[in-house]
């Protein structure tokens, strides 16, 4: 037993009921803040956006319901199934490219290559910049006049046509490649590091067994990797979903608004157009889309804890 | 998955070429832009249309950079982005180390003092990490209205300390799950309080989760547009916000070089953190997406 004469100055010993059931509450009160911010700023502004939306409200917030009359205009909003249209093709494209890009890199960066930090650094960089940044240089680089296009002209393919920029029907794989070279190298990282949580005993015994090496991949280690899959896909969706500066910065949503996402229909309806129950009705639409992909991940991350 | 079994046939050595130069090709693939934009942006104007992207500047130059810093045109004001430059630092540092701090109680929290209902708590404020910010853009003009700080550096301090303590807690939390409890048990039988047993055990192990924390906070809300263009006003805005503005005013002659240039100073702060600790960022990448 220890003494309890060296308790901390000024205070009795810890046997203190105040001083045992303070200390029984302090987690809780350290939480406590967090709580309340993530009540308030999280679940309570969801309600207040859904509030919003179910009223007539445009330059200022009103409080005069309209049912779901927003979410009605909204779909008969052609410039809303445009930004959805957009984000559909955009979220599928992004996803696919990354996943098989990361894939690609991280098997190859995995054949024990010289020089392999090196390129894992250059592969990822572009996650560290901003997408502002992003879409700055690839608005350079995909200028008509001064970008690839001209550059492969000069080298005398005077017909080679690359401007997709400006091009109202090819604008949205212009925020497919940004966004690919942004972040396909972090795609590449996550199975970089799911590939070397394999046991190496697996794959030298199907070698053995005489298979090929991309064998041994697609049937031993792919399966291996079913998990990462998953959790990229629900990053990346995730990305897709709130993407917002690429778009701002590299098209301006333009030509017209050829390449609106969900994202910035919002931020245009509600900061500019003065549409804000239209816009609220738009954000709580992209919630909706953001919690159909985050339930089932969620709730896998869970379960895997628990058994984990 | 290191010494895989191979025979060095001459098949093999073609597929270890193969290999090489898939790899060195996609290497450019992500240097180009940044190769490009660096030269871009030391190019006097008429080389650019007179070159092409790749075309070496002849006369290299540094004005492009002092004019993007200090000169250029950024919507109403021509005063470059320079100014700010040091307002996002004004407002990534505080948020950062509030945001830490408040992660690292809640972790540890959490995970060394449970009591029913923490993993529902958790589970609540994980929540917090994958809404769309769309969904609280209206509400926060508003309270930051109603907390007169609408357009100031405070305002958007305040909202990268709300929306950054989801991810700061669950990467403490995570971190924490892994140290022994028996060293806290110990600690508590001892009679060492909550804060102490913090101060003593928890914190001299930190340092990591503690920097890629950091690292992940200072990336995110340096690079953050959507906060800063919603909730900023001439003075306060951040150099991502400044750095649109200045691509996208059309006065005169478009300065491809100043563009580039600004573009540059705007992402310099986080590539050298990058360079300079890649390794943490990849592992707050990481952090929760794969189980280790």
Request: proline share 4%; charged share 10%.
């Amino acid at each position: 037993m220890k003494n309890p004469s060296k308790a901390r100055v000024g205070h009795p010993a810890p046997r203190a009921s105040t001083l045992g059931g303070l200390q029984a509450w302090l987690p809780r009160l350290v939480l406590a803040p967090s709580v309340a911010i993530s009540l308030f700023f999280v679940y309570g502004f969801m309600l207040w956006t859904f509030i919003l939306s179910l009223t007539s409200s445009r330059m200022l917030p009103s409080y005069d319901f309209v049912g779901f009359g927003q979410y009605a205009r909204l779909m008969q909003n052609d410039r809303w199934w445009v930004a959805s249209t957009n984000l559909m093709i955009f979220g599928s494209l992004f996803v696919v490219i990354c996943l098989v890009i990361g894939v690609l890199l991280a098997m190859l960066l995995d054949q024990k290559i010289r020089q392999e930090g090196a390129l894992r650094t250059i592969y990822l960089y572009p996650m560290a910049l901003s997408f502002i940044v992003t879409g700055v240089v690839w608005k350079w680089l995909l200028n008509p006049s001064l970008g690839i296009q001209a550059m492969v002209r000069s080298w005398g393919f005077e017909s080679f046509r690359f401007d997709w920029l400006v091009d109202s029907d090819m604008v949205i794989y212009t925020l497919v490649i940004a966004a690919v070279w942004q972040a396909s190298g972090f795609v590449m990282a996550l199975f970089l590091a799911g590939l070397r949580g394999i046991d190496d005993s697996i794959i030298k015994a199907a070698q053995l067994d005489g298979a090929s090496l991309p064998r041994v991949y697609w049937r031993v280690v792919m399966p291996c990797l079913r998990p990462v899959v998953f959790s990229a896909v629900m990053i990346l969706a995730h990305i897709a979903i709130k993407s917002f500066d690429l778009v701002v910065a590299l098209t301006g949503g333009g030509p017209g608004y050829a390449s609106d996402l969900p994202a910035t229909f919002m931020y245009a309806h509600a900061f500019n157009r003065a549409q804000i129950g239209l816009g609220s009705a738009s954000a709580m639409l992209m919630l909706g889309g953001v919690l159909a992909i985050l339930i089932p991940y969620l709730y896998s991350e869970l379960r895997s804890r628990r058994h984990g | 998955m290191a010494n895989v079994i191979r025979r060095q046939t001459l098949a093999a050595r073609v597929s270890r070429l193969a290999v090489y130069s898939v790899l060195i090709l996609a290497a450019l693939f992500y240097l180009l832009p940044l190769a490009v934009m660096l030269m871009t942006s030391v190019k006097p104007l008429s080389e650019i249309s007179a070159g092409t992207l790749l075309t070496l500047p002849q006369n290299p130059t540094l004005a492009p950079w002092t004019k993007a810093w200090g000169e250029a045109c950024t919507g109403m004001r021509c005063d470059g982005v320079g100014g700010y430059f040091w307002n996002s630092f004004a407002i990534v540092i505080p948020a950062v180390l509030i945001s830490t701090t408040i992660g690292a109680l809640n972790g540890y929290a959490l995970t060394k003092w449970r009591f029913k209902g923490s993993e529902l708590v958790f589970a609540l404020m994980l929540f917090g990490c994958f809404i769309p910010f769309q969904v609280v853009l209206l509400p926060m003009a508003q309270t930051l209205g109603w907390l007169g700080i609408s357009s100031s550096r405070a305002g958007l301090i305040l909202v990268h300390v709300v929306f950054g303590i989801a991810f700061t807690t669950l990467f403490f939390r995570n971190f924490y799950v892994g140290i022994p409890n028996e060293l806290v048990s110990a600690a508590k039988l001892d009679g060492a309080g909550f804060f102490r047993i913090f101060w003593r055990i928890l914190l001299p192990v930190s340092t990591p989760i503690i920097v890629v924390s950091v690292i992940w906070q200072f990336t995110q809300i340096w690079n953050d547009f959507l906060f800063g263009v919603a909730f900023s006003a001439h003075n306060t805005q951040p150099v991502t916000v400044a750095l649109n503005n200045l691509v996208n005013t059309s006065t005169g002659v478009r300065e491809y070089n100043v563009d580039m240039a600004a573009a540059m100073i705007a992402a310099l702060p986080t590539l050298v953190v990058y360079v300079l600790a890649g390794k943490y960022f990849v592992r707050g990448l990481t952090a929760g997406s794969v189980k280790g």
